[in-house]
């Protein structure tokens, strides 16, 4: 059986930032400490029976995780170490915000077992920071950096964000040659999402910002692939970039079909064959659930084989490189991809969108590009 991620949600930020939909809101004490107690009850209660219990990655996600204490993350992964068999080697990540850490803390989260830092760069520019409402600075991104290096963490994460309102194509490259020169392992690349109910999406309705122009986001993005590319880094997926061997082993488990167990409000699990479940989204009637009764799933899906085999189709074209296996594909879940989807792959394939070379079904350049659209019609 294959080995398992485990997530945790943390649902805390500092302030809002104008463009997350995310489920967050702002950190205090109490509330945190009342989660990070809820959280281990999760855990604890948890039952594997019949799941993979050796896992070998844990991930940290939020809100900005690195809120907690120290001793906080530490009480949460005794009760995952507890629950399940964790790889010696396991890959320990936890989402950063610049300015959250001190080096105290970072040397703290190295002696509880983190070994991976992902960092909300975002961007170089301070008016760009500004505009979206993130509280830390271009400076406090190259001071926490520092930091971390000083701590030990030789595995850093950056996410970087194209497309923000007034950013230039000429202000993309320099933050693009501000991250690349400092040699990150790994880079993480959104394009802006204006999502509806945000304060963003209100400020582009007020007039305040454009509409975010597609054309210049695809620019970027064309520019960030080339730059990264001559940097030494490799694009193994879609949004993200590695230096050789540095992929993020968690995420990989999202697009292999892996089993992930998630924990927190709105964490999503899957068993790595057909069961998928999810938590309630809102952490305080997530605290309630868990205090009445060890878990706060809400819902609960099983995929039929062809549902599978569609879903495992998508998440593995986000492989760039790796593409999909089509015999594989075939043999796991009776699914002759190239008779099935014929109609498709032909215009995708004429668009200049796909290749098939030998058995394998990849993305072209221009197809990790317009994805959504070759995804659609596998759903
Ligand atoms: S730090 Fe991240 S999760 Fe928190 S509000 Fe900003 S974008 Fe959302």
């Known amino acids: 059986m294959n080995r398992a991620g485990i997530y945790i949600h943390v649902p805390f930020c500092r302030s809002r930032c104008s463009y997350c939909d995310f489920a967050t809101g702002a950190f205090e004490e109490a509330l945190a400490a009342n989660y990070v107690a809820a959280l281990a009850r999760e855990i604890e209660s948890f039952d594997p029976q019949g799941l993979s219990r050796e896992v070998d990655t844990v991930y940290f996600g939020g809100g900005t995780p690195s809120l907690l204490k120290p001793a906080q993350v530490a009480r949460v992964l005794e009760a995952v170490r507890g629950k399940f068999d964790v790889d010696e080697g396991a890959e320990v990540t936890l989402e950063m915000n610049p300015g959250t850490v001190t080096p105290e803390r970072l040397h703290a989260l190295r002696g509880a077992g983190v070994n991976r830092a992902s960092f909300g760069a975002q961007t170089f520019d301070d008016r760009e920071l500004k ?6 600075t271009a400076d406090d991104t190259r001071k926490t950096f520092a930091e971390l290096r000083a701590a030990g963490f030789d595995n850093i994460s950056f996410d970087l964000i194209a497309g923000l309102p007034r950013q230039t194509l000429a202000g993309w490259e320099r933050n693009l040659e501000e991250a690349l020169a400092l040699r990150p392992e790994h880079l993480s690349l959104y394009l802006l999402e204006v999502h509806e109910g945000t304060p963003l999406a209100e400020q582009i309705r007020q007039g305040r910002y454009a509409v975010p122009d597609p054309d210049l986001a695809a620019e970027m993005y064309r520019v960030m692939v080339e730059r990264a590319h001559a940097a030494g880094y490799e694009q193994y997926e879609i949004s993200n970039f590695c230096l050789p061997g540095r992929e993020s082993r968690h995420n990989l488990k999202y697009w292999t079909g892996a089993p992930f167990y998630g924990f927190g409000n709105s964490a999503h699990s899957f068993d790595g064959r057909r069961t998928r479940w999810s938590n309630e989204r809102d952490a305080r009637a997530y605290s309630k659930l868990i205090e009445e009764r060890g878990d706060a799933v809400v819902s609960r ?68 590009l317009l994805s959504n659209e070759v995804f659609a019609a596998f759903v």
Do not use: N, Q
């Not at 505009?131 to 830390?136: N, P, Q």
């Not at 599978?308 to 492989?319: C, D, K, N, Q, V």
């Open 301 to 368: 899906e099983e995929l039929d084989e062809r549902g599978a085999g569609a879903e495992a189709l998508f998440l593995g074209l986000r492989l760039l490189s790796k593409g999909v296996d089509l015999a594989e594909h075939r043999a796991r879940y009776h699914s002759d991809v190239r008779a099935d989807y014929a109609a498709d792959l032909a215009r995708f394939d004429e668009a200049g969108l796909i290749e098939i070379e030998g058995d394998v079904l990849r993305l072209t350049p221009a197809g990790a």
């Open 131 to 136: 505009r979206l409402g993130r509280t830390h």
